[in-house]
């Protein structure tokens, strides 16, 4: 679980790939990356949009040794 803070004077939703769940905590939001078996590398966007504009934060996730990590 990785998590990521959020702060926003408006409402806004997240897009996220269906290999990552999320919720909305006090600290930001938490994102859970589900394991990747596949031996291949795979990346998902997700995606905060408010009316104000978009931000996207993508996650790596490396399937040979499960190594995880995030980049903006």
Do not use: H
């Not at 409402?11 to 990552?20: E, L, N, R």
């Not at 905590?25 to 408010?50: D, M």
């Amino acid at each position: 679980t990785i998590t990521i803070p959020v702060k926003s004077d408006y409402d806004y939703t997240v897009d996220m790939p269906a290999w990552i769940t999320g919720e909305k905590v006090k600290e930001g939001y938490n994102f859970t990356l589900t394991e990747n078996t596949t031996g291949n590398a795979r990346k998902g966007t997700v995606i905060f949009k408010s009316q104000k504009g978009s931000k996207e934060i993508t996650f790596v996730r490396i399937g040979v040794n499960n190594l995880k990590c995030a980049y903006l």
